[in-house]
């Protein structure tokens, strides 16, 4: 089985001081690929290389204490990607993709940070932006190999994908243009949203976020904003889906998913 993890850290530091890399010691992924890491190279040096003997490889942004992104590995990948060549974007780290090539068989794994568009009318333009430039380059390549993105994507896509689904479809992540992004990527580009395939009616289980406002994690007043989105084939062989929730790294919980498939 390939054990494939996502989880938002909100910052690579706070998260390990909650316990992450013990909790990993014990899960075991093959691969974690996280999210807004928060830190520069000068950070990670000598300290967050390696967790819990994955290796890691990084996307950082420009702007410090900001965004940025990794994918951890147990095994080493045949080629390593930093950004999807959109300046504006890759100026904030949000890609990275590792490749794990053989003769047989090309894949990617992804680890991908959409941008949020809650502080305001200017980044919710930015995410926009972001997501007309991101859906013809995942089309265009996934017709040269087989990939699953794992990323805080930033998006509700259904009803069920979040507690309070009426009272927030004026607000960012749940706008009905970026619900169509979401619908057109999956039908359109035959994208798989793995998670739904293995569990298409959960609802308050499936929650990954929480805000941090009042008691929305005590009472799970949640959104689904965590996904692996794969390839049919990848996607195929996707055996079982976890959400971890007995410890809190984060305002995000980490989603797993093993898959039928050997790097």
């Given at each position: 089985m390939f054990t494939l993890t996502s989880l938002n850290l909100n910052g690579i530091r706070s998260a390990t001081n909650k316990g992450l890399e013990p909790w990993l010691a014990k899960a075991r992924p093959d691969c974690i690929c996280v999210q807004e890491v928060k830190a520069q190279q000068a950070d990670i040096a000598g300290r967050f290389e390696q967790l819990a003997g994955l290796t890691g490889h990084f996307h950082f942004a420009q702007k410090k204490g900001y965004s940025g992104v990794a994918v951890y590995t147990r095994q080493e990948p045949s080629d390593v990607v930093i950004g999807f060549g959109a300046p504006e974007f890759d100026a904030e780290g949000r890609y990275v993709e590792l490749r794990f090539d053989t003769p047989q068989r090309k894949l990617s794994v992804i680890s991908c940070y959409f941008p949020s568009g809650s502080s305001g009318e200017e980044r919710q333009l930015a995410k926009y932006r972001f997501l007309d430039l991101f859906y013809p380059?995942?089309?265009?390549?996934?017709?040269?190999?087989?990939?699953?993105?794992?990323?805080?994507?930033?998006?509700?896509?259904?009803?069920?994908?979040?507690?309070?689904?009426?009272?927030?479809?004026?607000?960012?992540?749940?706008?009905?243009e970026e619900r169509a992004w979401m619908t057109r990527f999956l039908d359109e580009a035959k994208m798989v949203d793995v998670y739904r395939q293995l569990h298409p009616e959960t609802t308050g289980e499936a929650y990954t976020w929480w805000s941090n406002r009042g008691q929305a994690y005590a009472n799970n007043v949640g959104w689904r904003l965590d996904y692996h989105l794969a390839t049919p084939g990848l996607a195929a062989t996707a055996k079982r889906a976890s959400i971890y929730k007995d410890e809190k790294f984060s305002d995000h919980a980490p989603l797993t998913i093993e898959y039928d498939y050997k790097l």
């Open positions: 380059y995942l089309t265009k390549l996934k017709k040269k190999r087989e990939l699953v993105i794992c990323g805080d994507i930033n998006i509700a896509h259904k009803e069920i994908d979040l507690r309070n689904w009426k009272s927030n479809q004026k607000n960012s992540g749940f706008l009905p």
